[in-house]
């Protein structure tokens, strides 16, 4: 798994990020999301580069692990290195 983690002038620390369906496909290039990410606002981006005119639910997944919790926690508790981009299955 791949990440880097970088903060700005105060600015909550971010991570990169690539959203992906579960055939690899990407939702648009890598992007920096904040640590504070969880799967709401995960859900909003996807509805959003999707071009959904309704907000669809959608689960995400790291490594085949479900993301329930912000990002930043799930770099925290599972030791995610934070050298390269962090894959996120929709």
């Not at 890598?30 to 999707?50: C, D, E, H, W």
Request: aromatic share 8%.
């Amino acid at each position: 798994m791949n990440m880097e983690t970088r903060s700005e002038g105060g600015m909550s620390n971010t991570v990169m990020c690539v959203l992906t369906d579960p055939e690899g496909t990407h939702l648009g290039s890598s992007m920096y999301i904040t640590q504070t990410a969880g799967p709401l606002q995960l859900t909003q981006l996807v509805n959003k580069f999707r071009n959904n005119e309704e907000m669809l639910p959608y689960s995400f997944y790291v490594s085949d692990e479900e993301l329930l919790v912000p990002v930043g926690t799930y770099i925290e508790n599972n030791k995610v290195s934070v050298e390269k981009v962090l894959t996120i299955v929709y």
